[in-house]
């Protein structure tokens, strides 16, 4: 099947659109009211994550800001300290609601990759000192999203669980792509899920659905989470309907999560042929691919011809483009926008 006109956007794995499979999984769900807990389908949604990620419950939330809020809720009260790397999405893209909401203070440390050490955390926790804020969270993103999808690696983990046990501190996971984590490193969810306090997931962006995030931890937590749902807006009536697409994401889409990756290399590999020296293309590690420039050229420059080809990516900034695949892009879609690129140069 030709390409040739369609449309290829990469802007970000939150534009996928339920399937026609997925949407049969909807109208077949079973309902009910599920702050009554009386959804059987959000309950079996529920009781498979938390399996798939082997820990005693979770929660389907509308959304992954929702989930991390929750996070922080759960394990600080006003006034303590939240510790993060500064592109985490926490402090970068959820409009400051843990200060605004909870009353947290966030200390956000600068690495090169988006993966700070537990050294620099170490070195920033506070002694509790009556004129000091309590350092009490940690929150790590896996994959790191403005980083380009990097992948932390569990030990990275491990030596973070390890220094917040000692330090009588939490570890929050944004796990909005932690399907991508996982599959292209080949570490189990439930390794991953092992090594932290709380972990939250999403299931509208690589996995299609187009509504839904999970927070996942001990029973008693997530006993705790119900109710800041609830009083955050959270809470769902006949959610089932949604929960179906996240039962039939795990099934169907969760598989395929590797040819989106297999997409973002052919990109990346493609990109570094056709652009010109004015661009860097990084390296992707899952779905997500940056492309930097130099500031000569500008991503504005760079984007007005891609889309007059039909290729849609986002700009992060002056000079930052982000490309991500996904499911709704289709085979063959990456090779497609490198054929058009390349005939436009030629041309
Ligand atoms: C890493 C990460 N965490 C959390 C979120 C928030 O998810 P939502 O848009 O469902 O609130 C996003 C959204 O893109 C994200 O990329």
Redesign the pocket.
């Known amino acids: 099947m030709s390409l040739e006109n369609d449309p290829l956007d990469f802007r970000s794995d939150?534009f996928t659109k339920p399937s026609a499979g997925m949407r049969e999984a909807m109208a077949r769900a079973e309902v009910g009211d599920d702050v009554f807990r009386e959804d059987p389908t959000v309950k079996e949604l529920e009781e498979r994550v938390a399996g798939l990620f082997g820990r005693e419950a979770s929660m389907l939330v509308p959304?992954?800001?929702m989930a991390?809020l929750i996070g922080i809720a759960l394990h600080c009260q006003r006034g303590d300290e939240v510790i993060m790397e500064r592109r985490t999405?926490s402090f970068a893209?959820e409009v400051g609601g843990g200060a605004a909401l909870l009353g947290v203070l966030f200390n956000v440390l600068d690495s090169p990759n988006g993966i700070i050490g537990p050294e620099q955390v170490r070195a920033v926790i506070r002694h509790k000192d009556v004129h000091e804020p309590i350092s009490r969270l940690v929150v790590l993103?896996n994959t790191i999203?403005l980083a380009g999808g990097r992948v932390v690696p569990l030990e990275q983990v491990q030596t973070f669980r390890r220094l917040t046990s000692e330090r009588d501190m939490r570890l929050h996971m944004?796990g909005?792509?932690i399907w991508n984590a996982s599959v292209a490193g080949g570490t189990p969810l439930s390794e991953y899920a092992a090594e932290v306090d709380t972990l939250s997931c999403?299931l509208?962006?690589g996995m299609g659905c187009p509504v839904g995030?999970m927070v996942i931890g001990d029973s008693a937590d997530i006993e705790r989470a119900r109710w800041y749902r609830k009083m955050l807006g959270g809470g769902m009536r006949q959610a089932g309907v949604l929960a179906a697409c996240g039962l039939y994401a795990i099934e169907h889409n969760l598989p395929r999560l590797a040819e989106d990756h297999a997409q973002a290399a052919e990109l990346a590999e493609g990109l570094r042929r056709v652009l010109d020296d004015r661009h860097k293309v990084q390296d992707p590690e899952t779905n997500i691919l940056m492309v930097h420039t130099d500031g000569q050229a500008t991503t504005e420059e760079t984007l007005t011809l891609w889309y007059q080809l039909g290729i849609m990516a986002l700009p992060l900034s002056d000079t930052m483009i982000r490309l991500v695949t996904h499911i709704d892009v289709p085979q063959g879609g990456a090779a497609e926008a490198i054929r058009r690129l390349e005939k436009s140069k030629s041309g």
């Open positions: 939150t959304s992954g800001t991390n999405h893209h993103e999203n944004d909005a792509r999403c509208s962006k995030s």
